[in-house]
């Protein structure tokens, strides 16, 4: 019903920059919250950055200072702005929405994207 595609990953170096972006189409009427994930080799997938329909954000301790999340809810899409980066943030980013399923009975619990690269050399 929703798919989300990531893009803007690369290889960049230490202090280097990207913006991720994650185009969502389909049933966008079922989107709520999104959010960028991140896992890296042997790792738990964690939350990097969280924002509410109407732009409340949040970040891991990790990524504050240096990581943007923004949306544009009129283009279905959202940004990851990163900024300072460092090999520690080396992952695998996801999108990922919150879908309405207690509203819209065609809206699933949530979404994923397929993820795209970020490798930060040293």
């Known amino acids: 019903q929703v798919q989300l595609v990531e893009s803007g990953g690369g290889l960049v170096q230490a202090g280097g920059s990207l913006r991720l972006s994650c185009a969502a189409s389909?049933?966008?009427?079922?989107?709520?919250?999104m959010g960028w994930y991140r896992q890296a080799p042997g790792k738990r997938r964690e939350l990097v950055a969280a924002i509410t329909r109407r732009g409340t954000t949040d970040y891991v301790d990790s990524v504050k200072g240096r990581f943007t999340i923004s949306r544009d809810n009129a283009k279905n899409t959202l940004y990851l702005q990163m900024n300072s980066l460092k090999p520690e943030d080396t992952a695998v980013y996801y999108c990922n929405a919150g879908g309405l399923s207690d509203s819209y009975d065609f809206c699933s619990d949530d979404y994923w994207g397929q993820g795209t690269q970020v490798t930060v050399s040293s």
């Open positions: 389909g049933d966008t009427i079922c989107i709520s919250a």
